[in-house]
């Protein structure tokens, strides 16, 4: 018997696998921002400092570029300011890790892998 790989299509799938990830992980970011649950002064934490990295041997991840983004977020403690955001508070990433979110992130994913061509199930 003998299998022979398209390595081509191989990474034809990986490259649109990378891309919907990316794609998915900015949903969150603009859902995360429509939700108005980051704190926010000037705009800086939700604006350009929250953004995505994409990397076909890295992965997808995303990022808060700022030096208090980790402090405000662990600390559901202090006293955030409702005036820009009405929802602001700590811990505004966690219904995207604990599943709260679960069912739109796997809706997003799908739309993103039927965007970049991939064959997938509902």
Not at 18 to 37: G, H, M, Y
Not at 49 to 78: C, D, F, K, N, W
């Amino acid at each position: 018997m003998r299998i022979d790989i398209d390595k081509g299509a191989v990474r034809g799938v990986e490259h649109a696998v990378t891309a919907a990830l990316a794609q998915t992980a900015e949903w969150i970011v603009s859902d995360v921002r429509k939700a108005q649950t980051v704190p926010r002064d000037r705009g800086v934490l939700q604006g350009e400092a929250m953004h995505v990295v994409a990397s076909a041997l890295e992965g997808v991840e995303i990022v808060q570029s700022t030096p208090y983004a980790r402090r405000l977020y662990h600390h559901p403690e202090y006293d955030f300011s409702k005036e820009a955001n009405p929802n602001a508070g700590a811990l505004w990433w966690e219904p995207y890790i604990d599943g709260g979110k679960r069912r739109d992130v796997e809706r997003a994913f799908l739309r993103a892998c039927r965007r970049n061509g991939l064959d997938v199930a509902p």
